[in-house]
């Protein structure tokens, strides 16, 4: 197992499209989180899978966001009706079940999102 | 979740020990404190973290202080490569599991 993998690693889409990226977590890890993070900003927490079950979402995720984890495995997020503030890097990161504060996250790449 | 404070940015000596400061002055006693790394373009990068005593691992050490409210991320020989974003967060032990990043600490080693 070589890591968090995210797809694609780029997209530019224009303003109005819908947009879906996917998250291919460590097999074995049980919880699986997407953020999001601006240019100079630290990562912001959107919302958090334990197996197939989203347990927790913020704020930010307007409802024009969804995300899904079919099977407790590989995630999706979609954006629909894109937005230029959209623009931005999402992270997705895994970590295991169990004792949670015991093990930090592992991040993916990211996906760069430009909405022009 | 507790708030942390960081310096914004730090220069270190290629070969000489980069120590980091993070202040977390109003975290409670079932927080946590972990340290990430982000290099540019990529995901951040678990690094260490620790409850009350100090941890070592193969990356780093971290140095909490006593009343726990600030602790210090050692690099102990930094290298080129250890340009980065670092993260200080504190999180608690239950209920969400998810991290409140701050804007970090911008570490530039110089040759």
């Known amino acids: 197992d070589t890591g968090v993998s995210q797809d694609p690693r780029h997209k530019i889409t224009k303003r109005g499209q819908n947009v879906t990226f996917r998250c291919d977590p460590i097999?074995?890890?049980?919880?699986l989180y997407w953020y999001r993070q601006t240019l100079g900003q630290g990562p912001e927490f959107l919302t958090y899978f334990q197996n197939e079950a989203q347990l927790e979402k913020s704020r930010l995720l307007s409802d024009r966001f969804s995300a899904e984890r079919p099977k407790g495995s590989f995630s999706t997020l979609e954006i629909q009706r894109t937005e230029q503030g959209d623009s931005a890097m999402y992270l997705c990161?895994?970590?295991?079940?169990?004792?949670?504060?015991?093990?930090?996250?592992?991040f993916g790449s990211g996906t760069r999102l430009t909405v022009v | 979740d507790a708030k942390t404070t960081q310096p914004t940015s730090m220069d270190c000596a290629e070969g000489r020990a980069a120590n980091l400061p993070c202040n977390h002055s109003?975290?409670?006693?079932?927080?946590?404190v972990y340290w990430y790394r982000q290099i540019h373009s990529q995901g951040p990068q678990y690094i260490i973290h620790g409850l009350k005593n100090n941890e070592t691992n193969e990356m780093a050490s971290l140095i909490i202080t006593e009343d726990r409210k600030s602790s210090t991320l050692i690099l102990p020989h930094a290298t080129l490569r250890d340009t980065a974003v670092y993260y200080c967060i504190v999180r608690l032990t239950s209920g969400t599991y998810k991290y409140i990043f701050g804007t970090g600490t911008r570490l530039k080693v110089l040759a």
């Open positions: 990161a895994s970590s295991p079940l169990g004792t949670g504060v015991l093990y930090g996250y592992t």
């Open positions: 109003t975290i409670s006693g079932n927080e946590y």
């Open positions: 097999s074995e890890h049980n919880r």
